[in-house]
């Protein structure tokens, strides 16, 4: 009986543990990131790392992304003879729902993992502790830098996603199922309207900063050796998801 | 060389993004960066399903869109946005209507034969609301539901 109490005692304080470390590590990474002097390069290169290197990956997920909502749509909607909302159906959806969250499921699986792999390693070859004795900050030099560059990439490779959908879905619409391109472009005009791009931008940033944090907490945590590498990486990616979705249906929850 | 090629490489990445927000923004959004044309201003006894953002429509062409619905002495107040290059009278007449039966709301203005032009924030006195489309099915469908009230207006009289 004492026991189950102690056991149920620990687990709590560990989780408490694991959530306020995980926000202290948030907090002294923002707060570094303005703090001088500035990582112009490191800032670019990890805007190459998760922005353009994740590319080839979005727009291909894009693509298809339209197509297969097209298609889903058409074959909804002719039913009500309502072929001519499958414009303002593709976009809403693309902008609002899946642009965002495809997106930073793409940039999770292609750049999250390599950060909390990266940050592990180097955690167990103790390069950090290496920085950390030469009066180097580790989470100022590795981590906050990736975290600005996060928030500048992923809104803007979302935007990509959601043009790149929005053609995808035009060349099946207009070329395969035959629906005339005036009534797919009026149709998607009207019915978009400035809020729908909005809450797609602040979810894309939120969710660029979820996967950084979560991925490298994970990463520069990880137990010193090879199956913690190991499992620091499927657990960022895991809880990155899980955070992605949860967010999002708060998000969309009070920004309808 | 290599730091060179990195950034431009994110200049790039980050014109197409910057690129592809704004035709999010301004295509679809319609975000206007400069504030081009005038408001006039149309008061109306309903507007129901109109929303802000649907389009002005004179002869069947677009020529502006509802800026913003308000409420102005129980009355629908809306704020029309007019391109510069489309005049309007001082007499014309502005109605709500639907595309179909469930279809979009918006405003068509049939242009007046006054020689003044109404400037911004000039006020179109003459409107139409929209057919109440409940009421327009009761009358072809329930037939009977009509002709009892007018009986019953009868009646009282």
Known sequence: ?256 | MNQSRTELIVGIFVITGILCLGYLAIRLGKVEILGSGYVVIADFASVAGLKVGDAVEIAGVKVGRVESISLHDDRARLALRIDDSVKLPEDSIASVRARGLIGDKFIVISPGGSDKLLGLGGKIRETESPPDISEVIGKYLGGDLTSKSETKKGETK
């Open chain 1, 1 to 256: 009986m004492l026991s189950l109490l102690v056991q149920t005692g620990r687990f709590s304080l560990r989780v408490v543990h694991g959530m306020g470390g995980m926000f202290l590590f948030l907090l002294s990474a923002l707060f570094l990131a303005f703090r001088r002097p500035a990582k112009i390069g490191l800032i670019l290169y990890h805007i190459k790392t998760i922005g353009v290197d994740s590319l080839s990956v979005v727009f291909l997920s894009g693509f298809f992304t339209g197509m297969v909502m097209r298609f889903q749509g058409y074959y909804s909607l002719r039913q009500f003879n309502a072929e001519s909302w499958l414009g303002s159906a593709t976009a809403l959806g693309l902008l609002r729902e899946l642009g965002p969250v495809l997106a930073a499921f793409m940039v999770t699986g292609r750049t999250g993992s390599a950060m909390a792999a990266e940050l592990g390693t180097m955690r167990a070859t103790e390069q950090i502790d290496a920085l950390d004795s030469m009066a180097i900050d580790p989470i100022k030099y590795l981590v906050s830098p990736r975290i600005m560059a996060s928030l500048i990439a992923m809104p803007l490779l979302t935007a990509i996603f959601d043009v790149v959908g929005i053609y995808g879905a035009y060349l099946v619409g207009v070329g395969l199922l035959g629906v005339s391109s005036g009534s797919y472009f009026s149709g998607m005009e009207s019915s978009v309207v400035f809020r729908d791009v909005y809450s797609g931008f602040i979810k894309s940033v939120s969710f660029g900063l979820i996967i950084t944090w979560v991925c490298c907490y994970k990463g520069f945590h990880a137990p010193p050796m090879a199956t913690g590498v190991s499992r620091a990486t499927t657990e960022s990616v895991v809880l990155s998801f899980i955070l992605i979705l949860v967010w999002d249906y708060f998000l969309t929850s009070v920004m309808l």
